[in-house]
């Protein structure tokens, strides 16, 4: 299942459901400029929470590259106990 972005009238729009709107039909995926429509924010919300547009999230730009190692990988903790696994955890606990 995909996550879907919450409402935010600051980023673009993508129509999600095949419409027709001012006399132009939008396919999903097709980008929605409701303001330039002269559509209200009220009104794109609502055709937000009748799942025809979606909010289409700002790229990133700060992307890291993959670590080769967990070695390699910031803040990697080379802590046995971080190790092992759930019912080993909840031993140790129970041991005290």
């Not at 009220?42 to 547009?53: D, G, L, P, V, Y």
Request: charged content about 25%; aromatic content about 6%; some cysteine.
């Amino acid at each position: 299942m995909q996550v879907r972005i919450t409402w935010n009238p600051s980023l673009p729009t993508v129509a999600s459901q095949a419409f027709t709107a001012g006399g132009v039909a939008y396919n999903d995926g097709d980008p929605f400029p409701w303001r330039e429509l002269g559509i209200d924010e009220h009104t794109a919300r609502n055709m937000w929470n009748s799942r025809m547009i979606d909010c289409k999230p700002a790229p990133q730009t700060d992307v890291q590259p993959v670590a080769q190692a967990k070695g390699d990988m910031p803040g990697a903790s080379t802590d046995t106990a971080a190790k092992l696994t759930r019912a080993e955890r909840r031993a140790l606990r129970r041991q005290g």
